[in-house]
T-cell receptor, first 111, second 112 residues
């Protein structure tokens, strides 16, 4: 299965702190995507990192990818209450496998 | 606004009935995905289409069917509805099978 598994399942932090979550997967990938879901809303794409990239930034988001360990991490710096959401990773193969999601990491940012 | 439009936003229907959910992908996107999300099941992949052809199938029940039309919009048909089918149904689209996907706002189905 190409599905990623996020860890931890839940994370609670104070506003202004950093939040780090991890993703592990089992097969080779073409890219890995991170998404955010606010309660009851559709997922929003955050970052796509290709298999030949090791790190990527977008605003307060930093994603790393280690293909040798089949893992990725998402760091949210200087978190805000609006970052409260569930975060999902999606490893994608070259052939465009099913876009499936694990249980996600539920992040709660307390004001 | 993701550019993906799902209608209707809310739907309440009785057990045993049939409903059709509609999805209009972002302009130019050829791939369409359908998902079911209920409180105790997480986001379940149902089916994926690419340019009118079925590309991948998940745990889609036999009572459910979908198709993608020549204009690339897609419909998900749910029949013989049961209480357990109450959920949020999301559609997503992408330009190709492994690029980033854009999600609609979902259709909330309530079966009573």
């Amino acid at each position: 299965s190409q599905q990623g598994e996020e860890d931890p399942q839940a994370l609670s932090i104070q506003e202004g702190e950093n939040a780090t979550m991890n993703c592990s997967y089992k097969t080779s990938i073409n890219n890995l995507q991170w998404y955010r879901q606010n309660s009851g809303r559709g997922l929003v794409h955050l970052i796509l990192i290709r298999s030949n990239e090791r790190e990527k930034h977008s605003g307060r988001l930093r994603v790393t990818l280690d293909t040798s360990k089949k893992s990725s991490s998402l760091l949210i710096t200087a978190s805000r209450a609006a970052d409260t959401a569930s975060y999902f990773c999606a490893p994608r193969g070259a052939a465009g496998n099913k876009l499936t999601f694990g249980g996600g990491t539920r992040v709660l940012v307390k004001p | 606004d993701s550019g993906v439009t799902q209608t209707p936003k809310h739907l309440i229907t009785a057990t045993g009935q049939r409903v059709t959910l509609r999805c209009s992908p972002r302009s130019g996107d050829l791939s369409v995905y359908w998902y079911q999300q209920s409180l105790d099941q997480g986001l379940q992949f149902l089916i994926q289409y690419y340019n009118g052809e079925e590309r991948a199938k998940g745990n889609i029940l036999e009572r459910f069917s979908a198709q993608q039309f020549p204009d690339l919009h897609s419909e998900l048909n749910l029949s013989s509805l049961e209480l357990g089918d109450s959920a949020l149904y999301f559609c997503a689209s992408s330009s190709s099978p492994n690029t980033e996907a854009f999600f609609g706002q979902g259709t909330r189905l309530t079966v009573v």
